[in-house]
């Protein structure tokens, strides 16, 4: 069985849509139904795969038809799918599918809205590891659908050095050396530093990637041109307490770094406003 239905069968059970005592008690078991999901916001959507898949799981005779694909912009009041099919499977799924599809598109919808502010710059948008714990690959397709980038999908895609790191080995040099002789040499070495000094400290040392953590602009700004005058390979990447406002995303952007990474894309994106509706 693959994750996502597993995934999608455990939100199921979650709900006790198995044995939906309101409606096993008000709708015959022949009754039909008709619907469409109908989105109430304008935005970008994500989830209609696995919205479909619900219904699917539910009652295999659903016929779940997608009038748009995942990470199409989308308009207020705009049908992007009709379900048809036993009426009882049809609301049993439907608090479910309509969860998947309003997270997920919420975060599309968020992620778009911050790679739009930073238009005309050369920075990209990251997620980080910040996301609902079981939804993590869900999470991480619907900010590629918003136009984001994917940072580490779990601790063992990469390395980076956070500060908790650093304090245990001993300092920025240790703690990079450390990984070098540790980790596979096709994998970069990621440092974070919050002060100039951590920065020259990760560039002695042959950091390749150093993320500027909770940096103001301006101390960001100095930490570029200190960075692109001595090693200009080494990508740079800013985080932390940045949030997803549009004028401070640009300001960060810049300032030149390579990669602003938002938990916010994950954490804090408003549910996406999306309804299922009955046909008369």
Known sequence: ??????????????????????????????????????????????????AAATFHELDARMEVTLLVEDGAVVQPGQVVATISGPARAVLSAE????????????????TAQCVHALEGTQTRILDTRKTTPGLRSLEKEAVRLGGGQNHRFGLNDGVLIKDNHIKAAGGVAQSISAARSHAPHLLKIEVECETLAEVRAALQAGADVILLDNMDVDTMRDAVGLVRRSSPNVLLEASGSIGTNPAKLAAVAATGVDFISLGALTHSAPNFDVSLEFSS
Do not use: H
Not at 5 to 13: D, V
Not at 95 to 110: C, D, E, H, K, P
């Open 1 to 50: 069985m693959s994750k996502t239905l597993e995934l999608i069968r455990a939100a199921l059970e979650e709900d006790g849509a198995y044995a939906d005592i309101t409606t096993l008690s008000t709708v015959p078991p022949r009754q039909q139904a008709q619907g469409s999901i109908i989105t109430r916001q304008a935005g970008v959507i994500a989830g209609l795969a696995i």
């Open 95 to 110: 608090r479910v599918a309509l969860n998947f599809l309003g997270r997920l598109s919420g975060i599309a919808t968020l």
